[in-house]
């Protein structure tokens, strides 16, 4: 909580023809320059500068390298689709495949406000493939279906969002990383995904 600011500087008026302006003493001007300057650096470091630090929230970021569990397929009974191949540091599309899916689940700070959504990896220029990255939710209780936050499509390039608010208290969050269209033998790799907030 930012102190109320009460002064504590007071000026004590010269008066003509009675008063020596001199710079020493108790009455001098170092005094009383001194007197304000310590009044100034209070008000900073009291009312001031914990206000400026609540209004303007620093912009941080969650980098994650992929790591995802296959998605099923809402219409084949809950097989799986076409998965990724997982490595160390990445996720490729496996070589033989067209697309290939995924999900994960994802911590944010309560309260915090996504800001945009990021992916990097590796796509070959000519490629017909779409590769995206979707941020969802859902109520803790499962009720309703999941709600589609922010969609990232470009590899490389952020996708903006006004403010996507984070909920613990009612939601989850989580992640679909997917790739369709792709030729068969294509090179196709995710390699992070990039959530900034503040």
């Given at each position: 909580?930012?102190?109320?600011?009460?002064?504590?500087?007071?000026?004590?008026?010269?008066?003509?023809?009675?008063?020596?302006?001199?710079?020493?003493?108790?009455?001098?001007?170092?005094?009383?320059f001194?007197?304000?300057?310590?009044?100034?650096?209070?008000?900073?470091?009291?009312?001031?500068?914990?206000?400026?630090?609540?209004?303007?929230?620093?912009?941080?970021?969650?980098?994650?390298?992929?790591?995802?569990?296959?998605?099923?397929?809402?219409?084949?009974?809950?097989?799986?689709?076409?998965?990724?191949?997982?490595?160390?540091?990445?996720?490729e599309?496996?070589?033989?495949?067209?697309?290939?899916?995924?999900?994960?689940?994802?911590?944010?700070?309560?309260?915090?406000?996504?800001?945009?959504?990021?992916?990097?990896?590796?796509?070959?220029?000519?490629?017909?493939?779409?590769?995206?990255?979707?941020?969802?939710?859902?109520?803790?209780?499962?009720?309703?279906?999941?709600?589609?936050?922010?969609?990232?499509?470009?590899?490389?390039?952020?996708?903006?969002?006004?403010?996507?608010?984070?909920?613990?208290?009612?939601?989850?969050?989580?992640?679909?990383?997917?790739?369709?269209?792709?030729d068969?033998?294509?090179?196709?790799?995710?390699?992070?995904?990039?959530?900034?907030?503040?």
């Open positions: 909580m930012v102190e109320l600011y009460e002064p504590k500087f007071q000026h004590k008026d010269w008066i003509d023809n009675q008063d020596r302006v001199q710079a020493g003493g108790d009455n001098g001007l170092n005094d009383r001194h007197r304000l300057e310590d009044e100034f650096s209070g008000l900073a470091r009291n009312q001031i500068n914990p206000i400026i630090r609540n209004l303007t929230k620093p912009v941080m970021h969650l980098t994650l390298v992929p790591v995802l569990a296959p998605s099923p397929n809402p219409n084949a009974g809950g097989a799986p689709l076409p998965a990724w191949s997982q490595a160390v540091d990445m996720v599309k496996p070589s033989g495949q067209t697309e290939a899916h995924g999900f994960m689940s994802i911590v944010l700070p309560d309260g915090v406000k996504v800001t945009s959504l990021l992916m990097t990896g590796r796509i070959p220029n000519s490629s017909p493939a779409v590769v995206s990255a979707v941020l969802k939710s859902r109520e803790i209780n499962n009720s309703g279906g999941s709600v589609t936050l922010l969609t990232a499509s470009k590899l490389g390039e952020a996708a903006p969002s006004q403010g996507v608010e984070i909920t613990n208290d009612r939601q989850r969050y989580f992640l679909l990383l997917d790739v369709m269209r792709a068969v033998n294509e090179s196709v790799a995710v390699y992070c995904v990039q959530l900034t907030y503040e």
